[in-house]
Nanobody, 125 residues
Framework: QVQLVESGGGLVQAGGSLRLSCAAS????????MGWFRQAPGKEREFVAA????????DYADSAKGRFTISRDNAKNTVYLQMNSLAPEDTAVYYC??????????????????WGQGTQVTVSS
């Protein structure tokens, strides 16, 4: 089992920044990738960013490119999402997830095995 705990959400004005953190515990040694997803009210959960745990290579949704940065601290088993230039359409509950099997890509919710409880991000205009 793996436990994921997100933090860092909150209320920010448009154009502002937030940094989300996700601390993993448990059987983290089998992690292949960690990702961030978000879900706005009435919408499906969507991919934001992912990072391969060993290589550190990253992948971003088009909506996140150039504004968001995913990073990880292997020693702390923590993944971060730095979000800059936030806009009201970024308002959502943000979830981190961990994947424990090899995949070609990690953009689908089906690629992930464990999920955090989510943290609310609200961007006011």
């Amino acid at each position: 089992q793996v436990q994921l705990v997100e933090s860092g959400g909150g209320l920010v004005q448009a154009g502002g920044s937030l940094r989300l953190s996700c601390a993993a515990s448990g059987r983290t040694f089998s992690t292949y990738s960690m990702g961030w997803f978000r879900q706005a009210p009435g919408k499906e959960r969507e991919f934001v960013a992912a990072i391969r745990w060993s290589a550190g290579s990253t992948d971003y949704a088009d909506s996140a490119k150039g504004r968001f940065t995913i990073s990880r601290d292997n020693a702390k088993n923590t993944v971060y999402l730095q979000m800059n230039s936030l806009a009201p359409e970024d308002t959502a509950v943000y979830y981190c997830a961990s994947a424990h099997y090899y995949r070609g890509a990690y953009r689908s919710t089906r690629d992930y095995n464990y999920w955090g409880q989510g943290t609310q991000v609200t961007v006011s205009s």
